[in-house]
């Protein structure tokens, strides 16, 4: 389970008074919150049903993959061939099939170089396909820069596969940072980076059929889940990571090696692989002339991604967790970086092991074999079994592959569309980062997403959290802090930390292997929370609605020896949150007092009436500064 910390919730709480609070509501009819009102969801059906499960009749298509490729380091050259096996568990007859081709918008033709003049590069000729075939026979196909249609020769009916096979190239982009290139600042040699990298066929699923909006670079990426086996062939001296499990170590690794790789699978102590001393020696490599292919596979992934350098040190341990059925398992946790950046990285497998454990324990067992943290070009980006982090210092190398660690859960196991709703994997991510911080820290660490929400809320707040990423202006913003600090919110301040993390782990283990939409993630946090929560995802992950809550009037009389207070309260905005009432009263006594959001079901405004044995000297609305209040200058309210 999650610790609750950072919010601590209201009670009804009574400092320096023991008698008993007596409390009268009075209520004025107004008007009928447009907030409280239905979401309007898509409706439930036997694919995806009212609860936010997958339904009896859910499908969702597969894909695995067959890649070689080789590196040409010299020519900096790729060449490749894929065998890509298309299974389609739709109810629907296909006649087409939509690749994406990715690392096309490095192309001059692409959207993303239409729309803003970067990124494009003049003598990138992006990937050229060969000898394209479907079931071994040639079939047309047309290129549309970063996606490709491929007619098929005949329909692929329901419950068939069929059989692509390609040939193809592209010369390695010389423009890094948009989530592959190449990084020669170190003297033993550049680590090469490959993400994004093959053609893999667009999602066709039950809500848009098929996904195939262009990559234009805001938006990540949305694919099938499936096998893969890839061979990487690469020069001898060095040394290859990637999202698949090493099939030949004792090919393309020393016989020393290979005995320290198999000690670091069962060993909690740490392994280094190939140290300092060994990265510039020959005998760390193995013997002979010529390239080297390493092999490797993996199951149930939606991508493949790899790394290669001759600089590579190479550390390993491994860290044990407890499956759904009560088994354990060891995961292999390890870490490949240059030489240079040793003094802040010595410690990064282990961080990997923590964030294993961690994530492991909070939401879902691990489901696949190892975890790898590269040091390369890209500032921090996230696959399966592999993440890619800069990090230029300890701690923002902890946050940063904790962060990227974290999502082989959200989106790698939890398959969201991340071009349409990037927050369903960074916010929901970014928002399980902040208690693993605290818990490999040992403290609470000070995240201040509510002074950055107020502050940023008019930049980018003219458009919802849930908008396409490629359409935002402050995606930083709109697809992690926001949606992580709402959620931080839904579990300390609505729902209560023990009933959310029982929801929120159900909404994983329902969607694991699955893609859900935010519907589904809706309607499971209302199923498995027992509560009605569509004004609170309506209002804050669905609109541009505000809130703020003022005390406008405070009248007191004395009754029998006891203070009778009428406080009346306001909205005056179009979202609305529970009220944290804090009241000092003249004795020096402090109540608290928690009023549930159905506060104003009926009226923008509401008088409350409390019997108290001293005359109150001030009213505080949300005295903690945890709601998402944009005018604190009338939360205030001072009796003279």
Not at 50 to 60: C, I, L, T
Not at 459 to 478: E, F, V
Request: hydrophobic share 35%.
């Amino acid at each position: 389970m999650l610790k609750p910390v950072t919010f601590a919730i209201i009670l009804l709480t009574v400092f320096g008074c023991q008698k008993k609070q007596k409390i009268i509501e009075k209520v004025s009819y107004m008007h009928e919150g447009e907030v409280f009102m239905p979401m309007a969801l898509p409706s439930p059906n036997s694919i995806r049903n009212g609860a936010g499960s997958p339904g009896h009749e859910y499908w969702q298509q597969r894909a695995d993959h067959d890649i070689k490729v080789t590196l040409d380091t010299q020519k900096q050259f790729v060449t490749a061939s894929e065998v890509i096996t298309y299974t389609n568990n739709s109810p629907d007859t296909l006649r087409e099939i939509w690749l994406q081709l990715e690392q096309n918008i490095h192309r001059e033709d692409s959207v993303r170089v239409r729309e803003s003049g970067s990124l494009g590069q003049d003598d990138f000729e992006g990937i050229k396909i060969n000898n394209l075939k479907a079931d071994g026979i040639r079939v047309d196909w047309h290129d549309y820069a970063t996606l490709a249609m491929v007619q098929l020769n005949k329909p692929l009916n329901p419950n068939e596969s069929v059989t692509l096979s390609l040939d193809w190239t592209f010369p390695f982009p010389t423009i890094n940072g948009i989530r592959m290139g190449y990084d020669d600042a170190y003297e033993a040699g550049a680590v090469w980076e490959f993400a994004q990298w093959f053609p893999t066929p667009c999602v066709y699923d039950d809500v848009y059929g098929w996904n195939n909006l262009p990559y234009i670079g805001r938006g990540e990426f949305y694919t099938n889940f499936g096998d893969y086996s890839v061979e990487v062939t690469v020069p001898r001296d060095h040394i290859v990571v990637s999202s698949g499990v090493l099939q030949n170590p004792e090919e393309v690794l020393t016989k020393t090696q290979h005995e320290r790789l198999q000690e670091a699978m069962t060993s909690d102590e740490f392994v280094q692989i190939r140290n300092s001393e060994e990265v510039e020696k020959d005998d760390s490599r193995p013997e002979g002339d010529g390239m080297l292919t390493w092999k490797f596979k993996t199951n149930d992934i939606r991508t493949f991604a790899f790394a290669t350098s001759a600089s590579f040190k190479w550390d390993a341990t491994s860290v044990a967790i407890q499956d759904l059925d009560g088994s354990t398992r060891r995961i292999l946790c390890m870490a490949c970086y240059p030489e240079e950046v040793t003094s802040y990285w010595h410690d990064a497998a282990d961080m990997v092991k923590h964030s294993i454990r961690y994530y492991s324990e909070s939401l879902y067992p691990y489901p696949w074999e190892q975890m790898t943290v590269v040091r390369g070009i890209e500032g921090g980006m996230e696959y399966p079994l592999l993440v890619f982090c800069r990090g230029r210092d300890s701690q923002g190398l902890f946050n940063v592959t904790d962060h990227e660690v974290g999502h082989d859960w959200f989106p790698m196991l939890v398959n969201t569309d991340e071009r349409r709703h990037a927050w369903l994997d960074e916010g929901l991510n970014s928002f399980v980062n902040h208690y693993s911080l605290e818990s490999y820290y040992g403290e609470k660490v000070h995240r201040p997403d509510v002074p950055k929400y107020r502050a940023e809320r008019y930049k980018d707040d003219l458009k919802a959290i849930n908008t396409p990423p490629d359409l935002l202006y402050s995606r930083g913003h709109l697809s992690y802090r926001k949606p992580a600090y709402g959620l931080r919110l839904l579990r300390e301040e609505i729902i209560g930390p023990e009933r959310f993390d029982i929801a929120f782990k159900e909404y994983v283990r329902r969607w694991a292997f699955k893609s859900p939409r935010p519907a589904d993630f809706y309607r499971t946090m209302e199923d498995m929370s027992g509560m009605d929560l569509q004004w609170f995802f309506k209002g804050f992950f669905e609109s541009t609605m505000q809130l703020d809550q003022a005390v406008i009037a405070v009248k007191q009389k004395n009754v029998n020896d006891e203070w009778s207070a009428t406080i009346t309260l306001e909205n005056k905005a179009d979202w609305v949150c529970p009220v944290a009432l804090t009241i000092t009263c003249e004795d020096g006594s402090v109540w608290s007092k928690d009023i549930p959001v159905t506060l104003w079901a009926w009226s923008t405004r509401r008088d409350v009436e409390y019997i108290f044995p001293s005359r109150i000297t001030e009213v505080e609305i949300d005295s903690r500064e945890v709601f998402p209040d944009i005018n604190r200058t009338n939360n205030h309210f001072i009796l003279h």
